[in-house]
């Protein structure tokens, strides 16, 4: 989640400011790609259950908090931000050191040096839990899907950068934050004025349709049948 010089889409500066004043419901963290050395607020440490400095925190503690059904899924997104260094948002369960369950929301930023490179993310965390107050739950929950179209509409920009130029995810999201600074728009916006634009643009030239058609037609061939019945039990 986001939002990733300009912060990007999941508004971690907003969301920190709408459920702020509740100590035990929300934290911060920080990770360095580096080393991967992780660094979390004592808010963050009682969620899981710890007292405030007991623990040393490492990439294998954090991830055998995760709920099992939900350790993938946050895994993944983690390789992905070690990967391309962009923010991520996400909703999942943590099982503390008494065995109670808590549905959190993680919103990751990009954690920069002071030349303006990525060395890292960071962000919050938030307890939704059902022993969150009610209100700040579903203020939370209602902003939760705002946050997740922004990142939409950059992954959008994103995949027609790729189309255009044959460049992978990480090059087309270093284009759009090259243009992001240099005409000082934030991502978003420029993510939107851009997809918008390429509908107006009528489509590519005949050669690539024709060549994208046959593509759409028969990728389905490359997929592997075993992996396609896991997808569907």
Same mark, same amino acid.
């Not at 920080?30 to 080393?35: N, V």
């Not at 991520?88 to 808590?102: K, N």
């Given at each position: 989640?986001?939002? #990733?010089?300009?912060?990007?889409?999941?508004?971690?500066?907003?969301?920190?400011?709408?459920?702020?004043?509740?100590?035990?419901s929300v934290?911060?963290?920080?990770?360095? #790609?580096?080393?991967?050395?992780?660094?979390?607020?004592?808010?963050?440490?009682?969620?899981?259950?710890?007292?405030?400095?007991s623990v040393?925190?490492?990439?294998?503690?954090?991830? $055998?908090?995760?709920?099992?059904?939900?350790? @993938?899924?946050? @895994?993944?997104?983690?390789?992905?931000?070690?990967?391309?260094?962009?923010?991520?948002?996400?909703?999942?369960?943590?099982?503390?050191?008494? =065995?109670?369950?808590?549905?959190?929301?993680?919103?990751?930023?990009?954690?920069?040096?002071?030349?303006?490179?990525?060395?890292g993310t960071? =962000?919050?965390?938030?307890?939704?839990?059902?022993?969150?107050?009610?209100?700040?739950?579903?203020?939370?929950?209602?902003?939760?899907?705002?946050?997740?179209?922004?990142?939409?509409?950059?992954?959008?920009?994103?995949?027609?950068?790729?189309?255009?130029?044959?460049?992978?995810?990480?090059?087309? #999201?270093?284009?759009?934050?090259?243009? $992001?600074?240099?005409?000082?728009?934030?991502?978003?916006?420029?993510?939107?004025?851009?997809?918008?634009?390429?509908?107006?643009?009528? =489509?590519?030239?005949?050669?690539?349709?024709?060549? #994208?058609?046959?593509?759409?037609?028969?990728?389905?061939?490359?997929?592997?049948?075993?992996?396609?019945?896991?997808?569907?039990?």
């Open positions: 989640m986001t939002e #990733f010089g300009q912060t990007a889409p999941c508004g971690a500066d907003a969301l920190g400011q709408m459920v702020a004043g509740r100590p035990q934290g911060s963290f920080r990770f360095w #790609f580096a080393d991967q050395q992780w660094e979390w607020s004592d808010e963050v440490a009682v969620m899981h259950g710890y007292r405030p400095g040393v925190l490492t990439t294998e503690l954090l991830l $055998s908090h995760k709920h099992p059904d939900d350790r @993938a899924h946050v @895994a993944a997104a983690l390789a992905m931000a070690l990967e391309t260094g962009e923010p991520f948002c996400s909703r999942h369960r943590i099982i503390d050191t008494t =065995g109670v369950v808590h549905s959190v929301i993680v919103v990751g930023d990009r954690l920069l040096d002071d030349a303006g490179e990525v060395v960071s =962000g919050f965390y938030v307890d939704v839990s059902d022993s969150v107050e009610e209100g700040r739950r579903e203020a939370i929950e209602e902003t939760l899907p705002e946050l997740i179209k922004a990142r939409e509409v950059i992954e959008q920009a994103k995949g027609a950068l790729m189309l255009v130029y044959g460049i992978n995810a990480e090059q087309a #999201f270093r284009v759009l934050q090259w243009r $992001s600074q240099e005409t000082n728009t934030k991502l978003r916006q420029l993510a939107e004025l851009l997809v918008n634009e390429i509908t107006a643009l009528g =489509g590519g030239p005949l050669s690539q349709r024709t060549s #994208f058609d046959h593509l759409l037609l028969t990728v389905h061939e490359q997929a592997d049948p075993a992996e396609e019945i896991s997808s569907l039990t």
